[in-house]
Protein backbone atom coordinates (compact mmCIF):
# COMPACT_ATOMS: atom_id res chain seq x y z
CA UNK A 1 0.00 0.00 0.00
CA UNK A 2 1.78 3.60 -0.81
CA UNK A 3 3.03 5.34 2.27
CA UNK A 4 -0.04 8.21 1.78
CA UNK A 5 -2.73 5.77 1.46
CA UNK A 6 -1.54 4.11 4.44
CA UNK A 7 -1.20 7.16 6.66
CA UNK A 8 -5.07 8.10 5.92
CA UNK A 9 -5.95 4.98 6.36
CA UNK A 10 -4.17 5.22 10.13
CA UNK A 11 -5.72 8.62 10.68
CA UNK A 12 -9.15 7.85 9.79
CA UNK A 13 -9.02 4.47 12.29
CA UNK A 14 -8.01 6.34 14.98
CA UNK A 15 -10.86 8.93 13.96
CA UNK A 16 -13.53 6.06 13.71
CA UNK A 17 -12.66 4.07 16.58
CA UNK A 18 -12.65 7.50 18.54
CA UNK A 19 -15.98 8.38 17.56
CA UNK A 20 -18.03 5.28 18.07
CA UNK A 21 -16.15 5.21 21.48
CA UNK A 22 -17.45 8.30 22.22
CA UNK A 23 -20.83 7.58 21.33
CA UNK A 24 -21.22 4.41 23.27
CA UNK A 25 -19.41 6.05 26.13
CA UNK A 26 -22.32 8.59 25.84
CA UNK A 27 -25.05 6.69 25.16
CA UNK A 28 -24.68 4.08 28.18
CA UNK A 29 -24.24 6.88 30.44
CA UNK A 30 -27.72 7.98 29.32
CA UNK A 31 -29.24 5.03 29.51
CA UNK A 32 -27.97 4.30 33.15
CA UNK A 33 -29.22 7.97 34.52
CA UNK A 34 -32.56 7.15 32.75
CA UNK A 35 -33.24 3.88 34.33
CA UNK A 36 -30.88 3.43 37.50
CA UNK A 37 -30.29 6.59 38.94
CA UNK A 38 -32.15 6.69 41.79
CA UNK A 39 -33.06 3.09 42.07
CA UNK A 40 -32.19 -0.18 43.46
CA UNK A 41 -28.69 -1.67 41.80
CA UNK A 42 -29.37 -4.05 38.88
CA UNK A 43 -27.28 -6.70 40.25
CA UNK A 44 -26.41 -9.40 37.22
CA UNK A 45 -24.10 -11.42 39.19
CA UNK A 46 -20.43 -10.81 38.57
CA UNK A 47 -21.65 -7.28 37.35
CA UNK A 48 -24.00 -4.58 39.43
CA UNK A 49 -25.23 -1.85 37.35
CA UNK A 50 -25.32 1.60 39.69
CA UNK A 51 -25.11 4.98 39.16
CA UNK A 52 -22.82 7.35 40.59
CA UNK A 53 -21.79 10.54 40.36
CA UNK A 54 -18.12 10.82 40.13
CA UNK A 55 -16.29 14.01 40.65
CA UNK A 56 -12.77 12.43 41.70
CA UNK A 57 -10.80 10.97 38.87
CA UNK A 58 -10.83 8.22 36.85
CA UNK A 59 -12.10 4.77 38.26
CA UNK A 60 -13.62 7.02 41.29
CA UNK A 61 -10.06 8.07 42.64
CA UNK A 62 -11.05 11.08 45.09
CA UNK A 63 -9.55 14.08 43.18
CA UNK A 64 -11.39 17.18 42.93
CA UNK A 65 -10.36 19.26 40.09
CA UNK A 66 -12.19 18.36 36.94
CA UNK A 67 -10.87 21.24 34.84
CA UNK A 68 -7.36 19.46 35.67
CA UNK A 69 -9.28 16.45 33.75
CA UNK A 70 -10.61 18.57 31.01
CA UNK A 71 -7.44 19.31 30.59
CA UNK A 72 -5.48 15.86 30.55
CA UNK A 73 -8.27 14.86 27.77
CA UNK A 74 -6.86 17.85 26.23
CA UNK A 75 -3.48 16.92 26.16
CA UNK A 76 -3.85 13.21 25.51
CA UNK A 77 -5.92 13.94 22.10
CA UNK A 78 -2.99 16.70 21.06
CA UNK A 79 -0.35 14.09 21.69
CA UNK A 80 -1.92 11.08 19.65
CA UNK A 81 -2.41 13.84 16.96
CA UNK A 82 1.17 14.35 16.91
CA UNK A 83 1.67 10.71 17.36
CA UNK A 84 -0.48 9.86 14.07
CA UNK A 85 1.73 10.80 11.32
CA UNK A 86 4.38 8.44 12.63
CA UNK A 87 2.26 5.66 12.79
CA UNK A 88 2.35 2.88 10.33
CA UNK A 89 0.15 0.16 12.44
CA UNK A 90 -3.38 0.12 12.57
CA UNK A 91 -3.46 -1.55 16.26
CA UNK A 92 -1.62 1.52 17.08
CA UNK A 93 -4.26 3.66 15.54
CA UNK A 94 -7.15 1.53 17.13
CA UNK A 95 -5.47 1.75 20.81
CA UNK A 96 -5.09 5.63 20.11
CA UNK A 97 -8.53 5.96 18.81
CA UNK A 98 -9.61 4.37 22.39
CA UNK A 99 -7.77 6.41 24.41
CA UNK A 100 -8.69 9.57 22.77
CA UNK A 101 -12.20 8.61 22.59
CA UNK A 102 -12.54 7.36 26.30
CA UNK A 103 -10.71 10.90 27.41
CA UNK A 104 -12.92 12.57 25.26
CA UNK A 105 -16.02 11.18 26.87
CA UNK A 106 -14.87 11.78 30.31
CA UNK A 107 -14.00 15.17 29.56
CA UNK A 108 -17.39 15.76 27.98
CA UNK A 109 -18.94 14.71 31.30
CA UNK A 110 -16.72 17.31 32.96
CA UNK A 111 -18.04 20.19 31.16
CA UNK A 112 -22.01 18.65 30.53
CA UNK A 113 -22.77 17.26 34.07
CA UNK A 114 -21.78 19.65 36.90
CA UNK A 115 -18.09 18.79 36.97
CA UNK A 116 -18.86 15.09 37.56
CA UNK A 117 -18.82 11.47 35.39
CA UNK A 118 -21.21 9.27 35.14
CA UNK A 119 -19.89 6.01 36.12
CA UNK A 120 -22.39 2.76 36.50
CA UNK A 121 -19.99 -0.92 36.29
CA UNK A 122 -19.43 -2.47 39.22
CA UNK A 123 -17.83 -5.56 39.03
CA UNK A 124 -18.77 -8.35 41.48
CA UNK A 125 -16.76 -11.07 41.88
CA UNK A 126 -13.52 -12.34 43.69
CA UNK A 127 -11.15 -10.50 43.42
CA UNK A 128 -12.37 -8.04 42.49
CA UNK A 129 -15.42 -6.97 44.22
CA UNK A 130 -13.71 -4.15 45.96
CA UNK A 131 -13.08 -2.36 42.27
CA UNK A 132 -13.91 0.88 41.33
CA UNK A 133 -17.19 1.81 39.63
CA UNK A 134 -16.55 2.70 36.37
CA UNK A 135 -17.96 3.29 32.45
CA UNK A 136 -17.36 2.56 29.21
CA UNK A 137 -14.70 5.54 29.04
CA UNK A 138 -12.17 4.04 31.84
CA UNK A 139 -12.68 0.92 29.90
CA UNK A 140 -11.24 2.89 26.82
CA UNK A 141 -8.48 4.59 28.66
CA UNK A 142 -7.09 1.54 29.90
CA UNK A 143 -6.99 -0.62 27.22
CA UNK A 144 -6.07 1.50 25.28
CA UNK A 145 -3.09 2.39 26.70
CA UNK A 146 -1.91 -1.01 27.63
CA UNK A 147 -2.54 -1.67 23.62
CA UNK A 148 -0.05 1.23 23.35
CA UNK A 149 2.15 -0.09 25.75
CA UNK A 150 2.24 -3.54 24.28
CA UNK A 151 2.41 -2.77 20.22
CA UNK A 152 4.99 -0.13 20.98
CA UNK A 153 7.40 -2.96 22.56
CA UNK A 154 6.74 -5.40 19.66
CA UNK A 155 7.21 -2.97 17.40
CA UNK A 156 10.52 -1.76 19.17
CA UNK A 157 11.79 -5.78 19.25
CA UNK A 158 10.58 -6.23 15.71
CA UNK A 159 12.84 -3.25 14.46
CA UNK A 160 16.15 -4.17 16.17
CA UNK A 161 15.97 -7.80 14.72
CA UNK A 162 15.64 -6.35 11.00
CA UNK A 163 18.18 -3.90 11.86
CA UNK A 164 21.53 -4.65 9.99
CA UNK A 165 24.89 -5.62 12.23
CA UNK A 166 27.13 -2.92 12.40
CA UNK A 167 31.31 -4.05 11.43
CA UNK A 168 33.29 -3.74 13.89
CA UNK A 169 36.36 -1.31 12.71
CA UNK A 170 39.62 -2.66 12.32
CA UNK A 171 42.64 -1.18 14.46
CA UNK A 172 45.95 -1.89 12.28
CA UNK A 173 48.17 0.10 14.76
CA UNK A 174 48.62 3.39 12.86
CA UNK A 175 46.52 5.42 15.12
CA UNK A 176 43.57 5.31 12.18
CA UNK A 177 40.18 3.31 12.18
CA UNK A 178 39.88 1.20 9.30
CA UNK A 179 36.72 -0.76 7.96
CA UNK A 180 37.21 -4.25 7.62
CA UNK A 181 37.87 -4.84 3.95
CA UNK A 182 36.14 -7.91 1.89
CA UNK A 183 39.13 -10.17 1.03
CA UNK A 184 39.53 -9.99 -2.86
CA UNK A 185 39.55 -12.92 -5.30
CA UNK A 186 43.43 -14.03 -4.87
CA UNK A 187 43.33 -13.85 -0.86
CA UNK A 188 40.28 -16.31 -1.11
CA UNK A 189 42.35 -18.65 -3.65
CA UNK A 190 45.32 -18.65 -1.32
CA UNK A 191 42.93 -19.72 1.81
CA UNK A 192 41.28 -22.44 -0.29
CA UNK A 193 44.79 -23.64 -1.30
CA UNK A 194 45.76 -23.15 2.54
CA UNK A 195 42.71 -25.49 3.40
CA UNK A 196 43.48 -27.98 0.74
Do not use: C
Not at 27 to 54: C, F, H, M, W, Y
Not at 150 to 167: H, I, K
Amino acid sequence: MPEQDRSKLVYATTLVVAVVWIVLDQATKIAAVRSLEGQVPNDLGPLVLRVIRNTGGAFSLPLRLPWVFVLVAVVVTVLVIRALPQTRSLGLATAYGLVVGGAIGNGADRIFRDGAVVDMLDLDFAPLQNFPVFNVADIGITVGALLVAVLMVLEDRRLAREEPAVLEPLDRGDGAVHADPEPDATEQARTEQART
